[in-house]
């Protein structure tokens, strides 16, 4: 198949209103057009499928309906660009944030980010995280010049939107109705499973200067900048208990 035909092929995929690429012939050597017809119907059924399992709170939120019909647009405009089907979806966010279809529902971008990220955070590498003994061993009056390293599963959202609590919401409807304000979200996966955190204020201030390498004192001073009153044992401890502080790299 030509370069050409790829590309009617891939087009004609996505979109069924699309003529059936006069290229495609059965075995007999007649025009495929029922039997591709067909296949293109299965393809967009199993990648809608897809989007509904990645993106289980949004198709809550939105439901059934709503979500088919948005994703069929989807379809079209963002066919899958790598045969990693973990990486499908990656452009959702930024479609949300633009359908009008959802313009009273502006949260629901990020809504679609937190659960890409978790997807992220689930196919991210393993790294050993220092031990609880390793940790416990570390002299009080070196703690503080004491640099570690964040592994790469660790996923930071931030959100004008309570997007943790939407989340959770539409997961679970027993769950507190979401309460308007901004919210930050820390995934760590301390085992097979990403979870989310809701983080303080200040907390990222620190993440992010832990994982910029500065020493552990620094990184609390990082954070007060931003939060005066800034406590790091909440975060530190979270970090601790979900087996997220690793060796720091060499220089």
């Known amino acids: 198949m030509s370069t050409t035909d790829q590309t009617l092929f891939r087009a004609a995929m996505m979109d069924p209103a699309a003529p059936v690429p006069a290229s495609l012939t059965d075995g007999a050597g007649r025009p495929a057009g029922r039997r591709f017809s067909v296949y293109r119907n299965n393809?967009?059924?199993?990648?809608?499928?897809?989007?509904?399992?990645?993106?289980?709170?949004?198709?809550?939120?939105?439901?059934?309906?709503?979500?088919?019909?948005?994703?069929g647009v989807y379809l079209r405009q963002h066919p899958p660009a790598s045969p990693l089907m973990a990486r499908f979806g990656e452009a959702l966010p930024g479609f949300l944030d633009a359908a009008p279809q959802v313009a009273g529902m502006r949260w629901i971008g990020d809504l679609a980010r937190l659960e890409y990220a978790l997807r992220q955070s689930y196919h991210a590498a393993d790294a050993e995280a220092l031990s609880p003994e390793t940790l416990a061993a570390i002299p009080p009056e070196d703690l503080g010049s004491t640099r570690f390293a964040l592994p790469p599963s660790r996923r930071v959202l931030r959100s004008e939107w309570p997007v943790l609590s939407i989340w959770h919401r539409a997961l679970d409807p027993t769950a507190p109705q979401a309460q308007p304000g901004a919210e930050d979200v820390l995934i760590l996966r301390p085992d097979y499973d990403p979870i989310p955190h809701l983080l303080s204020p200040g907390d990222i201030g620190f993440l992010d200067a832990l994982a910029g390498g500065a020493p552990l004192a620094e990184a609390a001073e990082a954070a007060t900048e931003q939060t005066p009153d800034h406590d790091p044992t909440p975060i530190l401890t979270l970090l601790m208990q979900n087996q997220a502080l690793l060796p720091a790299q060499e220089a």
């Open 43 to 71: 393809v967009a059924v199993s990648l809608t499928e897809a989007l509904i399992e990645g993106f289980p709170a949004c198709y809550a939120v939105l439901g059934d309906e709503m979500f088919r019909g948005m994703a």
